[in-house]
């Protein structure tokens, strides 16, 4: 059973156009992660939501944008994808009881800029 | 700044037998380790988590050994089958509302048949 769901797997974008990539998740958990991973790197953490309070990470691009309207649902916006935005981008989520605790990835939407 | 890294970014192994993944670590606050699996395509894979009170975890064909002392982690897995093969990230993180992951760099498993 899919808990932490990724739409579409593939994006294909034109330099320059906006695009917007969608996570869902089953588990109720507090907190939703978007990492970006460029090929044979580590994930790199964009931002992440505890509830509806936003973290950004200070090295993170204005471009990269988040929205959470709910608990379940989490978009990462991309306003002007250049060339080197293409990666696979991961969502991720966690409970957050205080302690840190596991981060539960979904399978990433891999993002192609033409 | 800290980081955490790995000793070998590629490890081949012989089907049946045991490997062992290694990850060093800087961060001497970090206090919960966790590595992922990572197939072809796929998003990172949660395998077994340790906190820093702990020395060992066992898992199913997997244990996970701390070393707190020098900074080291450890992934063994054992009687290794095909589906090992994938990319194995040590992530660790700090305790008490810290939800960042610090992931390393990763090593690529291959498993020959």
């Known amino acids: 059973d899919a808990m932490v769901i990724q739409n579409p797997r593939y994006q294909v974008t034109q330099f320059g156009k906006p695009v917007t990539l969608s996570c869902s998740q089953t588990?109720?958990?507090?907190?939703m992660y978007w990492y970006q991973q460029k090929s044979s790197q580590a994930p790199k953490l964009l931002f992440h939501?505890?509830?509806?309070?936003?973290?950004n990470e200070a090295d993170t691009p204005d471009n990269f944008q988040s929205r959470r309207p709910n608990t379940s649902f989490c978009f990462l916006d991309i306003r002007s994808p250049g060339l080197g935005d293409a990666a696979m981008y991961l969502c991720?989520?966690?409970?957050?009881?205080?302690?840190?605790?596991?981060?539960?990835f979904g399978p990433g939407t891999r993002l192609t800029v033409l | 700044g800290e980081n955490v890294g790995l000793h070998l970014p590629t490890l081949s192994v012989q089907e049946g037998d045991n490997s062992i993944i290694n990850c060093a670590y800087s961060?001497?606050?970090?206090?919960?380790f966790i590595w992922y699996k990572q197939e072809s395509g796929k998003g990172p894979q949660f395998i077994i988590d340790?906190?820093?009170?702990?020395d060992k975890r066992q898992g199913q064909r997997v244990t996970v050994l701390l070393n707190k002392t020098v900074k080291h982690l450890s992934l063994q897995i054992a009687a290794t089958q095909p589906g090992d093969s994938a990319v194995y990230f040590c992530a660790e993180t700090v305790n008490f509302g810290n939800e960042k992951l610090t992931f390393g760099t990763g090593t690529r498993l291959t498993i020959i048949p």
């Open positions: 961060n001497s606050a970090s206090d919960y």
């Open positions: 939501y505890y509830d509806k309070d936003f973290n």
């Open positions: 588990l109720n958990h507090n907190v």
């Open positions: 340790i906190r820093s009170n702990m």
């Open positions: 991720a989520t966690s409970r957050r009881t205080g302690y840190a605790d596991t981060q539960y």
